[in-house]
């Protein structure tokens, strides 16, 4: 079994700033790649940003890149989303997903429980 524990989230005025962590852990032999989605009130779960952890290669949503920033700690299993410059629009339920290779070498994909963010004045 893999879990993924998020923290970090709250409520801020637009302009600031939040840091999003979220821990894996578990029946883990490699941790694949890790993503950020959202969830805004009424709409769909969309993808905010991925990261592979071999080559550390990254993905954004056009409307959050040059403003979020998805980074690993792969020894700690962790994955953080560094938000910056937060608008109104980027209030939603933030989940973190993970791909991983269990200990019995099945690919696993697994959730978070979310975690609010709300930017308003």
């Known amino acids: 079994q893999v879990e993924l524990v998020e923290s970090g989230g709250g409520s801020v005025q637009p302009g600031e700033s939040l840091r999003l962590s979220c821990v894996a852990s578990?029946?883990?032999?490699?941790?694949?790649?890790m993503a950020w989605y959202r969830q805004p009130p009424g709409n769909q779960r969309e993808l905010v940003a991925d990261?592979?952890?071999?080559?550390?290669?990254?993905n954004y949503l056009a409307a959050v890149r040059g403003r979020f920033t998805i980074s690993t700690d792969n020894a700690k299993n962790t994955v953080y989303l560094q938000m910056d410059s937060l608008k109104p629009e980027d209030t939603a339920v933030y989940f973190c997903n993970a791909v991983v290779e269990d200990t019995w070498r099945r690919s696993r994909n697994a959730w978070g429980q979310g975690t609010q963010v709300t930017v308003s004045a």
């Open positions: 578990g029946s883990i032999r490699k941790i694949e790649a």
């Open positions: 990261i592979t952890s071999d080559t550390g290669a990254t």
